[in-house]
């Protein structure tokens, strides 16, 4: 018996990294999983692999929103869940952000969200869950990341009010605050064929020793299992929460 077993989930953002993870836990704990994403040939290939439903998701569309939940309810009768995972990540200070990459972040990481939230809970029953990624940075500020950290704080309070607006039909919502995680965004290097990825995280490793408690960077399985905990019925009680998953980060600087 699987954890999931019974439910459909879409999963944003899911033809790698941490999305990737979500969608092969999931399916390992028995739910039916729609894997949507912009990378087609990747989500493709993942879905045929792990035996799911793969749509082709622009987040910030949404007539995209739309086609997704048409897809899924037509293949598998229903929507259990859904994770707001798709993100993205642009380095620059505040006063070096040109207003179209400002703008391009917003629509991504926090339109996206509330278009998943606006689309896809009408189409739930009662009892289903939503599960939006936001960031350590959502909790705290980070110099360099001004747009993507505006971003999620914005998604902390989106997800707050979508608790409290659909705790009557028993949908749950929270949100996930993962810190350096070894993905594709703070690891360039699984993009390109000729690095050595391995070697590129084991740099990362050397530098969030420095910086993280738990002295390493953080895997997207271990986001994935946080992700499967707030959808399934161990998180029964749970709605409304940012949960920080980030080695201790958060926690405070060490001086010793």
């Known amino acids: ?86 993100g993205i990540l642009r380095f620059n200070t505040l006063l070096d952000t040109p207003v179209d990459e400002f703008m391009q972040i917003v629509e991504v990481n926090q339109v996206g969200c509330f278009l998943g939230i606006k689309t896809v809970a009408p189409a739930m029953p009662d009892g289903g869950t939503i599960v939006n990624t936001a960031s350590y940075t959502g909790m705290t500020g980070m110099a360099a990341v001004g747009a993507y950290a505006a971003t999620k704080h914005a998604i902390l309070g989106l997800t707050r009010v979508a608790a409290l607006e659909l705790a009557a039909r028993k949908i749950r919502v929270n949100a996930m605050c993962p810190g350096a995680i070894d993905t594709a965004m703070s690891n360039p290097a699984q993009l390109d064929p000729a690095a ?28 994935a299992r946080l992700a499967l905990f707030l959808t399934s019925d161990d998180s029964s009680y749970i709605t409304g929460q940012p949960f920080v998953i980030d080695g201790g980060w958060l926690a405070g600087v060490s001086i010793v």
């Open 1 to 86: 018996m699987g954890k999931l077993d019974g439910r459909v989930v879409i999963v944003t953002g899911a033809a790698r990294g941490q999305g990737e993870q979500e969608a092969r836990l999931f399916r390992e704990e028995g739910a039916e999983v729609v894997v949507a994403d912009v990378l087609d040939d990747q989500g493709q290939d993942l879905a045929k692999e792990i035996g799911a439903l793969y749509v082709h998701l622009d987040v910030r569309r949404e007539d995209d929103w739309r086609r997704v939940v048409a897809s899924a309810t037509d293949a598998y009768g229903r929507i259990d869940g859904l994770v707001n995972n798709a």
């Open 196 to 223: 050595d990825a391995e070697e590129a995280s084991r740099g990362l490793d050397r530098f969030y020793r420095k910086v993280v408690p738990l002295g390493r960077i953080g895997k997207p399985e271990e986001v």
